[in-house]
């Protein structure tokens, strides 16, 4: 009851009194008494994804003997209800550096969708090509009614951090053998009776994953009606190339520092040193924000200790105002061999 209403007064008798009547004048046809549902209209719209670049994306292609060429061969594809993704083409980039893995791609991608739709969900995901089956980079996500209910029918660009399974191959030929060779055994835990590959598991999960995975920027937007050149009779997914997206419209920046204070760890779990037997290996922390890393010297293990008392600082980092775009920070221990182990 809104301000000024009058509750209404139901009187059960004479409300039960007009039911059996009309009842009584269908001919026990309660059929007739249904209301009949109302008709829906379907229609088409398009969300439409303009994907310009990503940035630190890991690398995807280890290093091989006589080639030295790790790199990423990174393309997006934009799905919306699981259908077959609309895709841009691949961009090639070699190199060992992550700053140097952020391909630029300028498409802007339409997806069909058929309003009312019970779906709500586009997703924008990164692979890497290769010949057996693309790889998983990571994936951007956005709602549809959070389009529909922006300015315009249209969110301005943004950076979508990206979060998945730690990747390492950027290491060495000998390196990649021996975790090969040792994967299954790595990757398959068993929990609660249930064998998990952890690197499929965090890599579908990705509001789960322990590792960066590198961020795309991205704008979002809503149309009923297709350019000129697509408006075929059949409602298809298509991509076209765009412009450069001018300076001046990028997210706004800020400058920020990263630092902490490490002081120790206790109960930690015991490893066998891989160079001084007999005694526990040496741990490091690390802590990653994006591709901006700190990490303490390592220190001896003793009896589930160990002190690190270090203050850590970055230099001067340029990031997006909005925190929101700002990428998560990940603590993790470190043993001998540069891993994570937790």
Request: glycine share 8%; charged share 25%; net charge positive.
């Amino acid at each position: 009851i809104g301000p000024g209403e009058k509750a209404k007064v139901h009187d059960v008798d004479a409300e039960m009194a007009e039911e059996i009547a009309r009842e009584s004048n269908a001919g026990q046809d309660s059929s007739s008494l249904l209301l009949p549902s109302p008709s829906m209209r379907k229609e088409w719209q398009y969300i439409v994804c303009r994907v310009y670049k990503c940035e630190g994306l890991p690398i995807m292609d280890g290093k091989t003997i006589g080639f030295n060429k790790a790199g990423t061969d990174a393309f997006c594809g934009l799905t919306f209800g699981g259908a077959k993704p609309i895709k841009t083409k691949v961009k090639n980039i070699k190199s060992n550096s992550r700053v140097a893995i952020s391909p630029i791609f300028e498409y802007e991608l339409w997806y069909p969708v058929s309003i009312p739709s019970t779906t709500s969900l586009a997703k924008l995901a990164v692979y890497d090509y290769d010949e057996a089956g693309a790889e998983f980079i990571g994936q951007a996500m956005q709602k549809y009614n959070i389009i529909k209910k922006a300015v315009g029918k249209t969110l301005p660009p943004a950076w979508y951090n990206m979060y998945g399974a730690h990747e390492f191959k950027d290491d060495s030929f000998t390196n990649n053998l021996k975790r090969a060779a040792g994967s299954v055994k790595k990757l398959a835990k068993r929990m609660g009776g249930v064998e998990i590959d952890w690197y499929k598991f965090y890599n579908q999960a990705v509001e789960r994953g322990p590792a960066y995975r590198g961020r795309t920027l991205l704008s979002w937007s809503i149309k009923t009606e297709r350019p000129t050149k697509y408006a075929t009779p059949e409602i298809i997914p298509f991509r076209r190339k765009i412009s450069s997206l001018p300076f001046n419209q990028y997210p706004k920046t800020k400058e920020y520092i990263l630092q902490a204070l490490v002081i120790a760890g206790s109960e930690l779990p015991y490893f066998a040193s891989l160079s001084n037997i007999g005694y526990g290996q040496k741990m490091r922390v690390k802590i990653v924000m994006g591709i901006d890393e700190l990490c303490t010297e390592a220190q001896k293990y003793e009896k589930g200790m160990v002190r690190w008392n270090e203050h850590l600082k970055t230099t001067v980092l340029r990031l997006p105002e909005d925190i929101s775009q700002c990428p998560d920070i990940f603590i993790y221990l470190i043993n001998e061999a540069d891993r994570p182990i937790c």
